[in-house]
């Protein structure tokens, strides 16, 4: 059984696996705990793959304030290109997400229902989540910007909300702090945030 998911999934069978000797239950805490505790070169392992994410995430970028896409799947290749090229990523972490306005608010947008295959307009806030996988080690990396380079008045507001959010929680991660707690100082700063949308929702009836 998975104890994030709590879903139980069967065990591998093959031919000739009665040959070999099986623990069922081994396994999993020992994956478990290989999540938690890295050695110094997975940690070196793990910030290159971040470092390269992180270059090909300012390409994108630079890709839309130059080149004007039409499509989401331009900048997923513009990604993709630039982590294999520049860093010898051959795998991504998991299905790119390039989503251009409303599509942003789709939660997992970018498969294969939802291939990334929508406009890109100047007006558009884009939500880039994507990661290169280098020797099984993945990095996860969310960005937001208006696809024009410049923010409308409303986005500069959510936008800084939620960064807002983002930096507090930055600020109380130490050893011994929980899950929750940081949960607890998101959601005072998302407080103001829906007081906000609210705001804004007002203004437009």
């Given at each position: 059984m998975n104890t994030d998911s709590n879903e139980v999934h069967q065990p591998a069978n093959f031919e000739g696996i009665e040959k070999f000797s099986t623990a069922m239950d081994a396994l999993h805490p020992i994956l478990s705990e290989c999540r938690v505790i890295k050695s110094a070169k997975e940690l070196e392992v793990m910030r290159y793959v971040c470092k390269v994410s992180s270059h090909a995430h300012v390409e994108v970028m630079r890709h839309c304030a130059t080149a004007r896409p039409q499509r989401e799947y331009e900048l997923e290749s513009v990604f993709l290109h630039d982590v294999y090229k520049n860093g010898g990523c051959r795998h991504v972490s998991y299905t790119c997400i390039c989503a251009s306005g409303h599509h942003s608010s789709t939660l997992h947008y970018g498969h294969s229902g939802a291939p990334n295959s929508g406009p890109v307009e100047g007006s558009h806030i884009l939500l880039m989540d994507m990661g290169a996988e280098y020797h099984c080690y993945g990095a996860d990396i969310t960005c937001s910007f208006p696809a024009n380079g410049v923010f409308t008045e409303q986005q500069?507001?959510?936008?800084?909300?939620?960064?807002?959010?983002?930096?507090?929680?930055?600020?109380?991660?130490?050893?011994?702090?929980?899950?929750?707690?940081?949960?607890?100082?998101?959601?005072?700063?998302?407080?103001?945030?829906?007081?906000?949308?609210?705001?804004?929702?007002f203004n437009l009836i």
């Open positions: 500069k507001g959510i936008y800084n909300i939620v960064l807002k959010a983002q930096l507090a929680v930055f600020h109380e991660i130490k050893p011994s702090v929980s899950w929750p707690k940081m949960h607890r100082v998101a959601g005072i700063i998302f407080f103001f945030f829906f007081q906000f949308i609210q705001t804004c929702l």
